[in-house]
């Protein structure tokens, strides 16, 4: 299965149970480039494996949002080999939702990724019966004041 820009076709379906996607905020589409050599080492390492990538960008003046394929965005042009996209899975209604965390005048990347990471969990999960059915990144605020010293609780048990 490839798509019609002609991306590497995909030999195996990607663990329904392992896909999740990711929103990477930047101040402009030429900061992607930055994002290159960790993905492409992410893919290398098998940890994920990049199911679908679009771009974004929120126009500073009105908010307007221009959405722009992986072919059409020169600091992405490192990914453009990288095994394992397909592309089309991300539905207009997807990307829309993604966006909302763009800020005027930003850029980011959306990324539909199965997290290769867990397939030996997972595997173990269905041979329990089971499977994995959920997940969720925590907001940084929430952690980082989860990790903040309570000086109010200091001599108290938790």
């Keep these: 299965m490839s798509d019609a820009a002609g991306r590497r076709p995909v030999h195996e379906a990607p663990d329904a149970d392992l896909v999740e996607y990711l929103v990477i905020v930047v101040p402009d589409l030429g900061s992607l480039d930055r994002l290159v050599p960790a993905l492409g080492e992410l893919v290398e390492a098998s940890a994920i494996r990049i ?7 929120r126009s500073a003046h009105g908010g307007g949002l221009t959405v722009l394929e992986l072919e059409d965005v020169e600091s992405l042009s490192g990914l453009r080999d990288v095994e394992g996209q397909v592309g089309g899975l991300l539905s207009a209604h997807d990307i829309a939702t993604a966006s909302l965390a763009v800020g005027p005048g930003s850029s980011a990347v959306v990324l ?3 997290g290769r990471w867990a397939a030996r969990l997972s595997a173990a999960a269905r041979l329990a019966g089971g499977r994995i059915v959920g997940g969720e990144r925590i907001a940084r605020r929430r952690v980082e004041a989860a990790l903040a010293p309570d000086t109010s609780s200091r001599g108290t048990d938790r």
Excluded: F, N, P
């Excluded at 199911?51 to 960008?57: E, K, R, S």
């Design 51 to 57: 199911i679908d990538l679009v771009c974004v960008t």
């Design 112 to 114: 539909l990724i199965e």
